[in-house]
């Protein structure tokens, strides 16, 4: 039985990882569970999953729930201390970290000083903090196993291969709701319509990210830790089906891919029960090779989408700049959802808050927080 502390249980990564939970009734206990402010949604998981420790970043948050399992044996935190107090247990295996933002960067150092293996859905830990993180993991020797889709079908076709023999790697991404369209298409898009992701059904800020394609630029930087390769052997590339969730190929030329239906349960699968495969239940979709006719792929249009070749610069810079990237687009994508600019606006206002900072090499945790504050407050000044 594997023991899990699962931060973000009620997003999306975190739903359906509670989904594997109960499918496998019986693999799993579960620790610890931390979330923002749905302590409805907590309440419910806690009298399914009865877990020890119950985390609500919200202070009200937190008291509501306090009272709502009052009969019940679950401790209530809140807030950081509370994330770093059950990433920094003892008595469990696996710390599955799928809060949005920067957030999730010091309890999962947390996690990796405690020794824990790290199931990894939170981008910004490594976009942001990878110069620490990896260093860190290798120290403590400690996995890091990727839960985002594409790295994980990376991480996979690497299986059994030598690292060091990679060309390139291939992210692939849908293109999102807005694939084919010029900036002058995009000028009076709502929210409404950005949120009609074709494939995936994921939280609203990451959808947007999608549509964007800050995505799949903070998947860029991410991978660049993750596999240890560098920015020119990256690669991009649209694939509408989201069948083929992305590829290694190596320099004799061979490409070794991983392919499967849109379901985020299958890499979150994958690593919570990693280095094992279990059998999936027959109601879970597959592939039908005989039905899908083709696979199409195609280059990203970087003129229109400008935020992905922005990305790559920036996380060739490094220092606190991904950082910058990063809590802008954060507030910028907000400030989108609540009708108070527009969608180019976006990667506009990612790129203004880049272009003023002045890097800082090498960032310790508190830098990179001060960074993010500052990126956030210059673009609530273009909001207000």
Known sequence: MKRLVILGSTGSIGTQSLDIAREYSGEFEIVALAAGRNHKLMEEQIREFRPRY???????AAAALKTAVADTDVKILSGMDGLIEIASL??????LTAVVGMIG???????IRAGKTIALANKETLVCAGHIIIPLAKEMGVSILPVDSEHSAIFQSLNGEPKDKIEHIWLTCSGGPFRGKKRNELLNVTAADALKHPNWSMGKKIT?????MVN???EVMEARWLFNV????????????????????????????????PDMRLPIQYALFYPDRKHADAARPRADFYKLKTLDFDEPDTDTFTALPLAVEVGKAGGILPTVYNAANEEAVAAFLA?????????????EAVESCKNIEDPDVEQILEAERSARELVRSKVT
């Open 54 to 60: 119950a985390v609500m970043w919200d202070e009200e």
């Open 90 to 95: 003892k008595d469990y295996d696996i710390l």
């Open 105 to 111: 960067i010091r309890p999962t150092i947390a996690g």
């Open 208 to 212: 947007i990210d999608s549509a964007t």
């Open 216 to 218: 799949k630029g903070l």
């Open 230 to 261: 560098d920015y020119d052997q990256i690669k991009v590339l649209i694939h509408p089906q989201s069948i083929v969730h992305s590829m290694v190929e190596y320099v004799d030329g061979a490409v070794i891919a991983q392919l499967g239906v």
């Open 339 to 351: 009708g108070k600019t527009g969608f180019l606006d976006i990667s506009e206002m990612i790129s």
